[in-house]
Structures are given as structure tokens and as C-alpha cells.
């Protein structure tokens, strides 16, 4: 069986549904194929993140089920107001998929780094948030999402499997990947593979990690949540995301409305600019910077 | 009996001075495109009150938001809405409010945040040349709302896109709140500035019902092409001791006040407003 492709699998449901339009603000990487394919459902609009979602919301009210892809950190802030006007007060059924998020950023600097886009994502009522681990996470949960009414941000990832997917293709739902009783690791995206690699160096001091895929940040599946709160003595969050509004926010929301009491280790970017890394230098361990 | 369209835009405007009761209306704007909107309800666009979601409709989106309380008369007195409702302007228990939302019967899409429709409107205008349909979509933009660089985003891409089923309409008032736009960030040469992008440009007085049925009568204007209209308009245009006077862009008025404009909007000496004007710059 091939691997799982996100670019053929919107051809392949976008040939089933012709209310489907892929649309793009001429960020084509990870849909090159598409316009050979669709024809005139696949609409780029050039370098004007506003206006593509403008149009979008236009499709949408047409009846089409339009598919946006920016690279996120354009997409969710040189847009964020059209997407919370238009697209939010609307309600309209569009699909925001935002490129290069998080650490994917490689060596493009902090213009590039969507490191604050859950928070203002999750911040328009209605907008969902969808962060998948790897891509067979993506493409198993596009039919859901696509079903769906209301509007969701996904940040897309091209990632090999990071682990098994137990709940494969239920998006609202977090998945426990490993299970463990002393602490739970929660994350999303490409940090869950680097959760798993935690647990085993937890498991050589004797700890027992637990690690949740909480791929949908908004709506968050909530008893998986509290069921970790009450199962074991530490949660960590762990979110290549600015602290704030992040994953640490809504567990502590959460818990706090909830009148649990826990502990939760916040493992987030400060609030500060980076410099740009590749991406596998971001994920080592901190060294000594000479002085 | 069917009403001529001065006689129309008439009713309209009285419409539109009564809203100003309360919690008041942008009367100025609202006032300058009452003839543009009676003109393209009666004469242009392919809608009907009955069906006014209608599939193979015409589109109007009211990008400046703020006039739409000439919008709220004219689709009320084409049946749309009742007019009785027109009384219900801010009524919390209704959702007739200062901007449009589609909650209206005839309103496409909400606005208030300027610059934004004509990017929607181009999404609307793409679809229907996928469906290969025959409906067109007229966008009415202020001319104020034109220094939003969204606007002319999409001026570029629906031009780039080949979009001619695609009208935008700038009421060129020549105010923004109630500073002249001439004197803050000037916008002429405007023709040229709407035919660099790509547009086919007619420019008419939007007061004229003769220019208006030469201006609209071959749509597109040029194949290919995106039409842009500028249609020159005055701010509270009917009311003399008004119009020009740009600090009574947004009014409150007392009900007296009110029949003093209606009054003058029929004929009689100009209303001596006392309830203070409001004032930006």
C-alpha cells in the first residue's frame, strides 16, 4: 500500500464531490499535481492571502467547499481578519491549511515561524483546529473535516508515521499512542514522535509516560484530558507554539473550569523571536552557547 | 402603478431620513447612493423579491456598509421586506443595525469592515463562471473605503482572473467619515487608477438616470474584462441645506428634526438642525 499523500488524497475527493475547490495564494508545495487534475477547481490567486480568502468565503456562500492553502503564518495573520470576518462571523465551511508551521519553518526566520497560530486560530468562535502528527493523520481526517460545517484550521504536515494512530481518521478525538500511569505528555504534531522518544528515556529512570496525540486542540476532547489529570501525577504539555493561547492554555482552561486540580509542565516557546534553524536543530537538546 | 425611479429614490430617502430618529444612521452616504441602488434594483439586477436566494440571481454586495440604510428602503420598498419593518432600525429585538448582515432578506453578505466585498464578490463571480452560469455580481464600493489596499488586491486578481461577469461600483461622494478625500489621501486620477489594474472604467454622474441606464446597458463593458463604475455622487444628496456639509456625515436627529428634512426633501426651506454633528477630524 502506497504511503498516505495529501495531494492525492484531495484529487481523490475532489473527484468525488464537485462542491470541492482547492485554492491557493501560490503555495503550491504540497499540491503541485492538483492543477493538472482539477482544471478550473483549482484556482491560485497569486501572492494575496486576503483576498483568497475573501473569494473563498464568496465560493463558500455559492455552496462550494473551498480548500485554502498559505503558508501558515501569512495565511493566519496577513489574513487573520479576513478569515475571522468573513470566513468566522460567516460560519462558512472552509478549510484553511496553513504551510511550514511551528519548527517547519527551517531557516526562514521569525517572519516565517506561524508560532502563535492555534491561539489565533482558536480565538474566532466556531473555527476548529486541527494539528495532525504525521500525514497519515492529515489525510485520514480530511473526509471528517470536509463534512463538516463549521470552518477548521489545520496545520499541515508532511511528516513520515510518527506513531500507530489507534483512532485514525476521528479527528475530535485525542489518541493515546503509549500508555503510561506517572505522567502524561501531551502534544501535537511533530513533537508527539518526539513525546514518544521522551517516554523511553523516562522508562530507562523507571517512569511511566503516558503520550496523547491532542491533534484537535478546538474542540478539545476533554475526558481524554481529565482521564490523564486523574490517571497520573504530571501533565506536559509539549507545543512548538508560543506559550500563550497554546496547548498549555486550553489543557489549564480546561482544568480550571473543570475544578481539577493537577500539575502541568508547560514545555512552549517564550515569548521572544528566534532565529531560524533547520529543522532538526531545534529539537536537540539545549547546549552552551560560548561566551 | 409602478413608480418612476426619481419618485423611487424619493420614498428611499424619506426611508433613510426617518432612521436617523434614535440612534441615528450614516445619512450621508446613505443619501448619496440611494439613486445608484434604485436604478440598479429597478433596472439592473435580476432578482426577485420572491427568490431572493435564487441560484441564477444577479449578486449586489454593499461593500462600504455604512449607506445600508438606503439598502434597507430599497429592498423594502420592492417587497424584499415589509416596510413597516423600516421603523425597527436598532431595534434590539430586530437585526436591522448600522451595517448589513445576511440575516436581511435581499442582504448578500455582512460588511462594516471596508474592503473586504469585492474579494468575496470575486469568489461569488468565479463560481458562477465554473457553473458556466449567466449571473453577474455588482460590488458597491466607498470611495474613502479605496485607500484599503485589500480593494485593490482584488482589483488586481479579478482583473488577473479575467473576471468580466465581475462590477464594482465606487460612490464617489468625495468624503471618508467627514474629511474630503482630496485633502487627506487623494485618490485621483481615479480612472486611470481602476483602468491600470485592469478594469474597464466608465465614470458618471451617479445622480443621473440617464448616465446610469448608458453606464449599465452593456455589461461587461469590455470583454474580458472587470467593469469599474465611478459614479460621482453628493453626500446627502436631496437636501440642500445638507449637502456639502461634511460633518453631518453620520446623523441623530429628534423627530422633530426628522420632519423638518422631509420637509425640505419635498420642496420646503431648509431645515435648521440643532442636535450636535459628529466629527472625526
Redesign the interface.
Known amino acids: 500500500m502506497p504511503a498516505p499523500s495529501y495531494e492525492r488524497a484531495l484529487a481523490e475527493l475532489a473527484a468525488a464531490d464537485p462542491a470541492i ?1 482547492v485554492v491557493t495564494a501560490e503555495n503550491r508545495a504540497a499540491i503541485r499535481g492538483l492543477p493538472a487534475v482539477l482544471g ?2 483549482f ?1 491560485d ?2 501572492v ?1 492571502e ?15 467547499k473551498p480548500i485554502v492553502h498559505a503558508l501558515a503564518a501569512f495565511l493566519t495573520m496577513r489574513a487573520y ?2 478569515i475571522r ?2 470566513i468566522g ?2 460560519g462558512l465551511p472552509v478549510v484553511l491549511v496553513g504551510g511550514v508551521p511551528g519548527f517547519l519553518s527551517d531557516a526562514n526566520g521569525p517572519t516565517h515561524q506561524a508560532i502563535e497560530d492555534i491561539a489565533l486560530m482558536r480565538g474566532i468562535p466556531g473555527m476548529k483546529v486541527f494539528c495532525p502528527a504525521d500525514e497519515a493523520d492529515l489525510v485520514a481526517a480530511l473526509p471528517a473535516l470536509l463534512a463538516d460545517p463549521a470552518p477548521c484550521y489545520i496545520r499541515h504536515t508532511a511528516a513520515p508515521p510518527a506513531c500507530d494512530h489507534p483512532l485514525l481518521g476521528q479527528p475530535h478525538r485525542i489518541e493515546t499512542v503509549a500508555d503510561g500511569d506517572d505522567v502524561a505528555i501531551l502534544s501535537f504534531g511533530l513533537l508527539v514522535r518526539e513525546a514518544l522518544d521522551a517516554r523511553a528515556r523516562l522508562a530507562a529512570e523507571g517512569i511511566s509516560a503516558r503520550v496523547l496525540n491532542v491533534r484537535m486542540p478546538k474542540p478539545l476532547d476533554e475526558a481524554a484530558v481529565l482521564a490523564a489529570a486523574a490517571d497520573t501525577r504530571l501533565l506536559v504539555t509539549v507545543e512548538d507554539h508560543l506559550q500563550t493561547g497554546g496547548l498549555y492554555s486550553i489543557v489549564c482552561e480546561l482544568l480550571v473550569r473543570a475544578r481539577v486540580r493537577a500539575d502541568v509542565l508547560p514545555i512552549a516557546l517564550a515569548e521572544r523571536w528566534f532565529k531560524p534553524m533547520l529543522l532538526p536543530d531545534p529539537l536537540r537538546p539545549p547546549v552552551q552557547s560560548p561566551s | 402603478m409602478t413608480l418612476t425611479r426619481p419618485d423611487l429614490a424619493l420614498r428611499v430617502r424619506e426611508h433613510v431620513i426617518r432612521m436617523t430618529r434614535g440612534g441615528g444612521c450614516f445619512l450621508g452616504a446613505s443619501l448619496s447612493c440611494a439613486d445608484l441602488l434604485v436604478h440598479l434594483y429597478t433596472r439592473v439586477l435580476r432578482i426577485a423579491p420572491a427568490a431572493p436566494r435564487d ?1 441564477e440571481r444577479d449578486y449586489l454586495l454593499l461593500s462600504k456598509g455604512h449607506d445600508v440604510p438606503a439598502l434597507y428602503a430599497t429592498l423594502a420598498e420592492l417587497g424584499f421586506l415589509p416596510t413597516s419593518r423600516l421603523v425597527r432600525h436598532l431595534d434590539p429585538d430586530d437585526v436591522l443595525y448600522w451595517h448589513p448582515n ?1 440575516e436581511v432578506p435581499g442582504v ?3 460588511a462594516g ?1 471596508l474592503g ?13 463562471r ?2 458556466g452560469g449567466a449571473s453577474r455580481v455588482f460590488v458597491i464600493l466607498g470611495d474613502g473605503e479605496c485607500d484599503e489596499g ?1 480593494v485593490w ?2 482589483a ?2 479579478a482583473a ?2 479575467g473576471l468580466d461577469n465581475l462590477v464594482a461600483i465606487v460612490d464617489r461622494n468625495g468624503y471618508q467619515a467627514n474629511v474630503a478625500t482630496e485633502e487627506l489621501i487623494p485618490l485621483e486620477p481615479f480612472v486611470p487608477k481602476w483602468e491600470a489594474f485592469g478594469w474597464r472604467t466608465i465614470r458618471i454622474n451617479g445622480h443621473d438616470f440617464d448616465q446610469l441606464d448608458r453606464a449599465f446597458a452593456e455589461l461587461p463593458a469590455q470583454r474580458g474584462k472587470p467593469t469599474a463604475i465611478i459614479a460621482d455622487t453628493v453626500r446627502n444628496k436631496g437636501l440642500p441645506s445638507l449637502e456639502g456639509k461634511p460633518e453631518r456625515w453620520f446623523v441623530k436627529l429628534s423627530p422633530g428634526e426628522v420632519e423638518q428634512l422631509i420637509a425640505e426633501l419635498h420642496g420646503a426651506a431648509g431645515a435648521a438642525l440643532t442636535s450636535s454633528p459628529m466629527v472625526v477630524r
Request: without cysteine.
Open positions: 475547490v478550473e477547481r484556482i490567486v497569486g494575496a486576503q483576498t483568497m480568502i475573501g473569494m473563498a468565503a464568496g465560493l463558500a456562500l455559492r455552496g462550494r481578519e479576513f470576518t468573513d462571523i460567516a | 441560484p445576511r448578500e453578505f455582512h469592515s473586504h466585498l469585492l474579494s468575496v464578490g470575486a469568489g461569488v463571480a468565479t463560481d458562477i465554473l457553473r485589500s488586491e482584488a488586481l486578481v488577473g482572473r
